[in-house]
């Protein structure tokens, strides 16, 4: 079986995968092209595609008998698949659940941190030669234990930031979530969205793809406090950035923490001039031995369709 896998990957998923498949590892960082994304389908048995890889409905429109079978996508989220089109062109799709969580729950209580108590721009005053030592009300930010934390979406991934928040932090938490939750993992209140977005901190953890399009935009924000800090670890168009750029520039809320964006790899520029915000280069799953686990994942998938057995993580 030919398998195009689109970006490169640690040197552990990359040997197992060539114990199974005739592999051509593409070696570019960046998104596939749109031809690119057309020869994958027609003349490769099966993709290994990851984020930004955009097979969009158009795709498969253009490649109306596809060779490849599957895609198996590298990380949990898969808005840049359209499934529903890859289902009608007879293309399985797949994604690797449960190996991203505890990074990316790691990555959002660094965002808190480092926003609620000015990391980013300490650091920048330093690099910058402009510190001129400790005094007592030097760079004031904000307490974190023993606030509200609001999640949004009470997934894996929002059960895992809400099990730090309260117990490693004290932290009373509040959720949205699209369906009820019978278990949160700690202590927490099923709310509606506004009461949630009116905690101290409030954290997105939600799927992307057109449900949560904007999710969070003006209205929602609105119900933000102005002591508030929001952080995004989702999807970059789960937030509207301009609506958000805004609230900060007004001082609507207090700040944020983002390892996503809307438009990858540009940044809203009103965002890049803020000292209140930090930004991240979308360090969520940042880790050797996660990432390593979300290939050998994929790899499974892949495995699975190769020796016609049912997938472990179709979508």
């Not at 930004?52 to 008998?65: E, H, K, L, M, T």
């Not at 207090?254 to 790899?265: C, Q, T």
Request: hydrophobic fraction near 50%; charge should be neutral; proline fraction near 6%.
């Amino acid at each position: 079986m030919k398998l195009l896998i689109t970006r490169p990957l640690p040197a552990a998923v990359m040997q197992a995968a060539a114990l199974r498949f005739d592999v051509i590892a593409r070696p570019s960082t960046a998104p596939l092209d749109a031809s690119e994304l057309r020869a994958a389908l027609r003349d490769f048995d099966a993709v290994l595609p990851t984020l930004g890889d955009q097979f969009s409905a158009q795709v498969f429109a253009d490649v109306p008998q596809p060779r490849a079978r599957i895609l198996a996508n590298f990380g949990v989220g898969y808005n840049h698949i359209d499934v529903q089109a890859a289902r009608n062109a007879g293309i399985a799709v797949s994604n690797t659940p449960g190996a991203v969580t505890d990074a990316t729950a790691d990555v959002a209580l660094t965002l808190i941190l480092m926003t609620a108590r000015r990391a980013g721009e300490g650091e920048r005053l330093l690099r910058a030669g402009s510190w001129q030592g400790w005094h007592p009300t030097q760079m004031l930010g904000a307490q974190v234990s023993g606030r509200r934390v609001g999640i949004i979406g009470m997934g894996r991934i929002g059960k895992a930031i809400a099990r730090r928040c309260h117990y490693g932090f004290g932290m009373q938490v509040v959720f949205h979530n699209r369906s009820a939750v019978d278990d949160a993992g700690c202590p927490a209140e099923q709310l509606p969205l506004a009461q949630v977005m009116a905690a101290d901190f409030v954290v997105v953890a939600v799927p992307g793809g057109p449900a949560t399009r904007h999710l969070i935009n003006a209205e929602t924000l609105a119900h933000m406090a102005p002591h508030g800090i929001f952080i995004n670890i989702a999807r970059g168009d789960v937030v509207d950035e301009a609506a958000l750029a805004d609230a900060l520039l007004r001082g609507q809320i207090a700040g944020a923490g983002l390892d996503v964006y809307e438009r990858e790899p540009q940044i809203t520029p009103a965002l890049l001039g803020l000292e209140n915000v930090t930004l991240l280069p979308h360090l969520g799953t940042a880790v050797l031995e996660v990432r390593s686990a979300m290939g050998l994942m994929a790899l499974d998938n892949l495995i699975a369709h190769l020796d016609g057995r049912p997938l472990p993580n179709p979508v």
